[in-house]
């Protein structure tokens, strides 16, 4: 399988942009650089992926709440944090 890195899957969608502005649809063009600049924030680090609580080893799920001692709180299971950690061992 050929993995791209996001920088690459940004320039190829920078010269998607550029045929789709050429054949005259300006809207799907703006979408590709759109995406494109979401993945060159991606690429340089500047976004990173997260762990919901939901997903996460810390928090403890009883039948009637979810406590999580890293936050001392009782968060939602769509929340995050920069300290979770998922079920599975992934970071």
Excluded: Q, W
Aim: charged fraction near 25%; proline fraction near 3%; charge should be negative.
């Amino acid at each position: 399988m050929n993995e791209m890195t996001a920088g690459e899957v940004a320039e190829n969608l920078e010269r998607l942009a550029k045929d789709f502005e050429e054949v005259g649809t300006p809207g799907n063009a703006r979408i590709l650089r759109y995406s494109a600049s979401i993945l060159r924030r991606v690429a340089s680090g500047e976004l990173a992926e997260v762990v919901h609580c939901g997903e996460c080893k810390f928090l403890h799920i009883t039948a009637l709440t979810a406590y999580c001692p890293i936050m001392n709180n009782y968060p939602a299971k769509d929340f995050y944090c920069g300290a979770g950690e998922r079920k599975d061992g992934e970071k």
